[in-house]
């Protein structure tokens, strides 16, 4: 069964920086592509950044330049860095599986990043 | 552009059908587009992949009361039989080689 666990996310000033992690199971990392999606507060969803298998990467254009999106194979596991944090950065960031197949096809359950002083 | 459009609102009698429209953008009439629920208060789930050719693959326990359609640039997702968990958001969403982009979402209520 495929499983998702994000962690890393909580209360940072504007600013800062914050790396968050996605935790895979039932399938690897490494062979998939793998997206961040994030979800502002009563907003809809916006994609963020997706990594491909053979390790090339995209970035919305709110976040390039700030934010990398990389992973670890031995530990099987996503993340995403994310550096000079605004305000607008505010919001539940869900990490997902990804293909040009069937799109996003499986989701974790997000973890909470509130940037405010 | 690579832009997705929906309707902000929907809403049917429990056990009625609904049908949402998901509406791509001049240029991409082509693309494939995959629709996830997002119930109250939790994450999003993926429902369903729509080709332009109205074919349409569900995820794993999707009931069948959820189907997909395709007719032009526009690509559908009807439910049918409304349940009070069927009240939830609705994205769409679609994908090229350097971005995947969301639809707004579409409000379902059930009456």
């Known amino acids: 069964e495929v499983q998702l666990v994000e962690s890393g996310g909580g209360l940072i000033q504007p600013g800062g920086s914050l790396r968050l992690s996605c935790a895979a199971s039932g399938f690897t990392v490494s062979s998939n592509f793998m997206s961040w999606v994030r979800q502002a507060p009563g907003k809809g969803l916006e994609w963020v950044s997706v990594i491909y298998g053979i390790g090339t990467t995209y970035y919305a254009d709110s976040v390039k330049g700030r934010f990398t999106i990389s992973r670890d194979n031995s530990k099987n596991t996503l993340f995403l860095q994310m550096n000079s944090l605004r305000a607008e950065d505010t919001a539940v960031y869900y990490c997902?599986?990804?293909?040009?197949?069937?799109?996003?096809?499986?989701w974790g359950q997000g973890t909470l990043v509130t940037v405010s002083s | 552009q690579l832009v997705l459009t929906q309707a902000p609102s929907a809403s049917a009698s429990l056990g009625a059908s609904v049908k949402l429209t998901c509406t791509l953008s001049?240029?991409?009439?082509?693309?494939?587009v995959v629709w996830h629920q997002q119930q109250p208060e939790k994450g999003p789930r993926y429902l369903m992949k729509v080709n332009n050719d109205g074919s349409h693959n569900k995820g794993d326990g999707i009931s069948d009361r959820f189907s997909g359609s395709s007719s032009g640039a526009e690509r559908y997702l009807t439910i049918s039989s409304l349940q009070s968990e069927d009240e939830a958001d609705y994205y769409c969403?679609?994908?090229?080689?350097?971005?995947?982009?969301f639809g707004g979402g579409t409000k379902v209520t059930v009456l």
């Open positions: 969403q679609t994908w090229d080689i350097v971005s995947r982009v």
């Open positions: 001049s240029g991409h009439s082509d693309y494939a």
């Open positions: 997902a599986t990804d293909s040009f197949v069937s799109g996003i096809d499986c």
